[in-house]
């Protein structure tokens, strides 16, 4: 069983940055691919990024590409996302998963099991 709670989501004008984190229970964290997801209002969840937790790999989804950053501290148990320029269109709940390590990484949210309450960033203009 693995518990995630996620921190660091906030209102920010647009243009700023946010560094979301995601701390993990249990003593096996490497043992988790960990993930990003968002649900923007009236919108289906979406992936963000993954990294791997036996060897780093890291997937980005397209629009994830340039603006942010996924990393993990396995000695913290922790998830990282940082999104730089942010833009309005961020706004959504920012919520990380855990599952296990996928080769290749997974998109799909049924492949992680377990999942944070989430974060809410909001942007402004």
């Known amino acids: 069983q693995v518990q995630l709670v996620e921190s660091g989501g906030g209102l920010v004008q647009a243009g700023g940055s946010l560094r979301l984190a995601c701390a993990a229970s249990g003593r096996t964290f490497n043992n988790y691919a960990m993930a990003w997801f968002r649900q923007a209002p009236g919108k289906e969840r979406a992936f963000v990024a993954a990294i791997r937790g036996s060897d780093g790999y890291i997937a980005y989804a397209d629009s994830a590409k340039g603006r942010f950053s996924i990393s993990r501290d396995n000695a913290k148990n922790t998830v990282f996302l940082r999104i730089n320029s942010l833009k309005p269109e961020d706004t959504a709940v920012y919520s990380c998963?855990?599952?296990?390590?996928?080769?290749?990484?997974?998109?799909?949210?049924?492949?992680?099991?377990?999942w944070g309450q989430g974060t809410q960033v909001t942007v402004s203009s």
């Open positions: 998963a855990a599952g296990p390590n996928q080769y290749p990484l997974r998109y799909n949210g049924a492949a992680y099991g377990f």
